[in-house]
T-cell receptor, first 110, second 108 residues
């Protein structure tokens, strides 16, 4: 079966710009969550969606937002990019039990 | 929030050696998973193991939920086992909390 698909794989943006990342979960999975990985902070939870509803949100500023569509695909948006937003952004899809992660989007802010 | 501590932070092994990675967590959990992060950044799911013992080839894992720890065993290590191993837990709140990881280096 197809895994979790994240696009794009790499992205370079300038400070002040905004960015949208996409995640398609495993077919049939309705839960999608997002994580940020940086060398200094490790892996941190951003938010989780289930059937288009956000069920939990991490401690990130309002510049970070997300949404989920009726086909379970999810997008996250970061507005007014800062240098500190440079990170690997990982999306996870959850079925009955375990989480499966995508390959991630590596965002560099210059 | 829940605290997840992994030890050791770094592990250097000779090919063929066995090793044990540990994960301690500070509260009860409904989900515990072990992941291996490959060089491209993807988290590969090794085990879903909120309790009990599981084995998959040269890897096995044990979680003692009542004592709030989990162990990942790597036997007959190979260079392809190198990478960062993460333990992550969930507390019925739809999010995973990760440990800082154990970086494993297997030398030929």
């Amino acid at each position: 079966k197809a895994g979790v698909t994240q696009t794009p794989r790499y992205l370079i943006k300038t400070r002040g710009q905004q960015v949208t990342l996409s995640c398609s979960p495993i077919s049939g999975h309705r839960s999608v969550s997002w994580y940020q990985q940086t060398p200094g902070q490790g892996l941190q939870f951003l938010f989780e969606y289930f059937s288009e509803t956000q069920r939990n949100k991490g401690n990130f500023p309002g510049r970070f937002s997300g949404r989920q569509f009726s086909n379970s695909r999810s997008e996250m948006n970061v507005s007014t990019l800062e240098l500190g937003d440079s990170a690997l952004y990982l999306c996870a899809s959850q079925g009955e039990e375990d989480y499966t992660f995508g390959s991630g989007t590596r965002l560099t802010v210059v | 929030g829940i605290q997840v501590e992994q030890s050791p932070p770094d592990l250097i092994l000779q090919e063929g050696a066995n090793s044990t990675l540990r994960c301690n967590f500070s509260d009860s959990v409904n989900n515990l998973q072990w992941f291996h992060q490959n060089p491209w950044g993807q988290l590969i799911n090794l085990f879903y193991i909120p309790s009990g013992t599981k084995q998959n080839g040269r890897l096995s894992a044990t979680t003692v939920a009542t004592e709030r720890y989990s162990l990942l065993y790597i036997s007959s290590s190979q260079t392809t086992d190198s990478g960062v191993y993460f333990c992550a837990v969930e507390q019925y709140d739809y999010k995973l909390s990760f440990g800082a990881g154990t970086t494993v280096t297997v030398r030929a």
